[in-house]
T-cell receptor, first 115, second 112 residues
Framework: KAGVTQTPRYLIKTRGQQVTLSCSPISGHRSVSWYQQTPGQGLQFLFEYFSETQRNKGNFPGRFSGRQFSNSRSEMNVSTLELGDSALYLC??????????????FGSGTQLSVL | GESVGLHLPTLSVQEGDNSIINCAYSNSASDYFIWYKQESGKGPQFIIDIRSNMDKRQGQRVTVLLNKTVKHLSLQIAATQPGDSAVYFCAEAQTGANNLFFGTGTRLTVIP
C-alpha cells in the first residue's frame, strides 16, 4: 500500500509569489491534515480536511488555504509568500481524523524556501 | 493555548542502553497522546500511542507512560540501537478536535 505522497519535494520561491503544494493520502483515507515544521516553532497545525470539507483550522493567516478533492487528494496554497514561510510542509492522512483518535501517517514533506 | 514541551532537547545514549524521553503537556483536556519519530529528510513516523484511560502501554522495544496527575508523558526505548537515532516528538489531542499539538522534539543520538 502506497504511503502519503507529497509533491514537489523541494520548492524555491521569491517573496510575493504564491505556491501550491499537493498531497495524495493513503488509499482509503479520507482525512488529510497539513502541518508546518520550522526549527523555531516546531510542528504546527495548519488545517484538516475530511470529505472535501475543512473541519478545523490552525492559527495561520488567511494567506494559507487549502482544499480537498473528491478523491481525497489535497492541495494547500500560500499566497504572497514571506521569508518566514520557509518551512517543511507536511501532509498527514488518516481514515477519519484525530477526532476518533486515529494514527496519522505523514508524508516526507515539501521543503519550501522563500528567497 | 495548548503547550507541549520537552524537558531535554538532546539525549545521547550508548548502544544497548535504555533511553527515556520525557514530555510535559499543559492541556488537562487532552485524552490521546502519541509519540512520533522523525529521521532526517522524512516525515514523522508513528511509534506508539496511549489514551488517557491508561497509564502504560507497551510496544516492540518501546513503552509509553502517562502520568495525568502531573501531565507528564515519557517514551522508553529498550536496548537502544543506532537506527533509533532521530528526533522524537510527543503530541497530544483532544477527542472532538481533529488536530495534534506537537512538542518541540528531542534529538536522540545513539553512540555505537
Amino acid at each position: 500500500k502506497a504511503g502519503v505522497t507529497q509533491t514537489p519535494r523541494y520548492l524555491i520561491k521569491t517573496r510575493g509569489q504564491q505556491v501550491t503544494l499537493s498531497c495524495s493520502p493513503i488509499s482509503g483515507h479520507r482525512s488529510v491534515s497539513w502541518y508546518q515544521q520550522t526549527p523555531g516553532q516546531g510542528l504546527q497545525f495548519l488545517f484538516e480536511y475530511f470529505s472535501e470539507t475543512q473541519r478545523n483550522k490552525g492559527n495561520f493567516p488567511g494567506r494559507f488555504s487549502g482544499r480537498q478533492f473528491s478523491n481525497s487528494r489535497s492541495e494547500m496554497n500560500v499566497s504572497t509568500l514571506e521569508l518566514g514561510d520557509s518551512a517543511l510542509y507536511l501532509c498527514a492522512s488518516s481514515l477519519a481524523g484525530a477526532t476518533t483518535n486515529e494514527k496519522l501517517f505523514f508524508g516526507s514533506g515539501t521543503q519550501l524556501s522563500v528567497l | 493555548g495548548e503547550s507541549v514541551g520537552l524537558h531535554l532537547p538532546t539525549l545521547s545514549v550508548q548502544e544497548g542502553d535504555n533511553s527515556i524521553i520525557n514530555c510535559a503537556y499543559s492541556n488537562s483536556a487532552s485524552d490521546y497522546f502519541i509519540w512520533y519519530k522523525q529521521e532526517s529528510g522524512k516525515g514523522p513516523q508513528f511509534i506508539i500511542d496511549i489514551r488517557s484511560n491508561m497509564d502504560k502501554r507497551q510496544g516492540q522495544r518501546v513503552t509509553v507512560l502517562l502520568n495525568k496527575t502531573v501531565k507528564h508523558l515519557s517514551l522508553q526505548i529498550a536496548a537502544t540501537q543506532p537506527g533509533d537515532s532521530a528526533v522524537y516528538f510527543c503530541a497530544e489531542a483532544q477527542t472532538g478536535a481533529n488536530n495534534l499539538f506537537f512538542g518541540t522534539g528531542t534529538r536522540l543520538t545513539v553512540i555505537p
